[in-house]
């Protein structure tokens, strides 16, 4: 029964900051790096950030690096999507994913969130 849950989408205004939250509960955590994926209607799926588990290893898309800030809390089993100077284009349901190791890839990440929406519009 592993779960995977993202909190903290909603609409905002061009250049507005938001924190995305992903708790991640049924798994050794400390074991676990998360990954953040976005999905724009009508576009593929697309890699955000990355952290692995211990947090030494951190990547990101090119168009979010310098905004976008993902972290750790493993006190608390959960990741952080600091989300700075947003953009329309950042508009896409966000997704959150947990995996034993670390990829910037979707596909080698076992358990997935149902996702939140981020809408930037003014």
């Known amino acids: 029964q592993v779960q995977v849950e993202e909190s903290g989408g909603g609409l905002v205004q061009p250049g507005t900051s938001l924190t995305l939250s992903c708790a991640v509960s049924g798994v050794a955590f400390t074991m676990y790096g998360v990954g953040w994926f976005r999905q724009a209607q009508g576009k593929e799926r697309e890699f955000v950030a990355a952290?692995?588990?211990?947090?030494?290893?951190?990547d990101y898309e090119n168009s979010v690096k310098g905004r976008f800030t993902i972290s750790r809390d493993n006190a608390k089993s959960t990741v952080y999507l600091q989300m700075n100077g947003l953009k329309p284009e950042d508009t896409a349901v966000y997704y959150c994913?947990?995996?034993?190791?670390?990829?910037?890839?979707?596909?080698?990440?076992?358990?997935w969130g149902q996702g939140t929406q981020l809408t930037v519009s003014s």
């Open positions: 994913a947990a995996m034993h190791g670390f990829s910037t890839s979707a596909r080698p990440y076992d358990y």
């Open positions: 952290i692995s588990p211990n947090g030494d290893l951190i």
